[in-house]
Nanobody, 134 residues
């Protein structure tokens, strides 16, 4: 079975840090780009960051650049999102998704992602809640 399992969310004060993990199984990890997306209450889903598992290319939304770092451990089939200097506006459910088309997934980082775009990607998982208190 294909699985993408996001974990690591929680409650943190503004200025704090969290590290999210996206564990993948059931598909050839190296052939895919993995992206992180988030959806805040009452808002649409947006692309946060993505990484190419083949060559490590990374992409970030302007809103998180310099604060978030995406990385990949191909031996563990896991992608991480290190989130530092967290702000209350980072509060959201964070999701990871995988797609063979790195060009597509990188093109939606930093933009609102319609439902059909998100669920049209090859694989996606349930989210993990991140809450940043002021």
């Amino acid at each position: 079975d294909v699985q993408l399992q996001a974990s690591g969310g929680g409650l943190v004060q503004a200025g704090g840090s969290l590290r999210l993990s996206c564990a993948a199984s059931g598909f050839t990890f190296d052939d895919y780009a993995i992206g992180w997306f988030r959806q805040a209450p009452g808002k649409e889903r947006e692309g946060v960051s993505c990484i190419s598992s083949s060559d490590g290319s990374t992409y970030y939304a302007d809103s998180v650049k310099g604060r978030f770092t995406i990385s990949s451990d191909n031996a563990k089939n896991t992608v991480y999102l290190q989130m530092n200097s967290l702000k209350p506006e980072d509060t959201a459910v964070y999701y990871c998704a995988a797609d063979r088309d790195e060009g597509f997934i990188s093109s939606i980082v930093g933009f609102i992602v319609p439902k059909n775009y998100f669920y049209g990607m090859d694989y996606w998982g349930k989210g993990t809640q991140v809450t940043v208190s002021s």
